[in-house]
């Protein structure tokens, strides 16, 4: 099960760091990336945990914590002129009584916690009803391919957090925890399509680039650490290793271009020569991003339609 749960963390953390690398200033990304990032967190210590009795308040607002996120992302795409409105209102509102609910949950104090799981899910059922407004003026251009998996995905991220919440295990609880993986990446995707849009650039290559590159490295750096927990067994130092291994390696391959030029900030005194490395960079990144008819608006899909 392991694998499993291998598989999960590192699809969600390779999603997550690539739409918080497309512009971490955009609350839009910003948020979705936090769900991402919380839930391949949540993975890793549920597997430390090891069903221990503790955790089940933990499990309980961890999972509960990208629902809250992505129904802030949700909040992003409503109508233009109820956006800022009902954003404050979640920033304001919802999230310091998640907050205040979260902190007994994680505790051991149960009913805090339904009340918490029962809330977000509202939240995300609510927004993602508000959303479903602004769908009308996507019919017309690619984005329409995004609504599809914006509303398939927030449905089964629902479903999913309901019957973790609930304690209707149909799979073991591990792997019902891995499900959500598939259901938040879904969402990113969908997430990456409309700022894609927005920006006029194509995303399918990029993505994929981004995707098969980590995942080589992610092989690569964790194999070798599979290969220990193999030989010795689960142990949790070597678990920690394990995915600690596949973390970095994901990190340093998504990340590649702003700790690049970190390394060429502190190598380099010229300042011509530093602007120069940055230029050629970020026209390798904007290839990537290009459409096959010079990046136009209806070029952004990741499904080919």
């Known amino acids: 099960m392991v694998w499993v749960s291998a598989a999960a963390f590192g699809v969600a953390w390779w999603l997550g760091l690539y739409l918080l690398a497309r512009d971490p200033r955009k609350p839009l990304l910003r948020r979705a990336a936090g769900g991402l990032l919380v839930y391949a967190a949540t993975v890793v210590i549920d597997r430390l945990a090891g069903g221990s009795p503790w955790f089940d308040g933990v499990r309980i607002v961890l999972v509960c914590a990208p629902v809250l996120a992505f129904s802030g992302v949700f909040v992003r795409l409503l109508p233009t002129r109820a956006v800022e409105r009902v954003d ?6 919802l999230l310091p009584v998640c907050a205040l609910l979260a ?18 899910l509202l939240a995300l059922l609510g927004t993602m009803l508000g959303m479903l407004g602004q769908q009308a003026d996507w019919i017309e251009d690619s984005r329409r391919s995004a609504a599809g998996l914006l509303t398939v995905g927030a449905l089964l991220l629902g479903l999913s957090a309901a019957l973790i919440l609930l304690g209707l295990n ?36 990029a993505m994929i680039h981004s995707f098969v590159v980590s995942a080589a490295a992610a092989a690569v750096f964790g194999g070798q650490a599979a290969l220990a927990l193999t030989l010795a067994g689960e142990r949790p130092a070597l678990i920690a290793l394990f995915f600690g291994a596949i ?7 998504v990340l590649h271009v702003p700790l690049q030029a970190g390394a060429d900030r502190l190598a380099f005194s010229d300042p011509q020569l530093f602007a120069a490395r940055v230029e050629l960079r970020s026209a390798t990144e904007a290839l990537l991003r290009k459409g096959d008819d010079g990046g136009a608006p209806n070029a952004v899909s990741v499904t080919g339609s």
């Open 170 to 205: 149909v799979l073991p609880s591990t792997a019902m925890l891995s499900v959500l993986a598939a259901d938040l990446v879904v969402l990113g995707l969908g997430i990456a399509v409309v700022d894609a849009f927005d920006a006029g650039e194509t995303v399918r290559a």
């Open 247 to 253: 973390a970095a390696a994901i990190t340093l391959q």
């Open 103 to 120: 902190m007994p949950a994680a505790g051991g104090f149960l009913p805090a916690g339904y009340v918490l799981g029962a809330i977000t």
């Open 88 to 93: 404050r209102v979640w920033r304001v509102g």
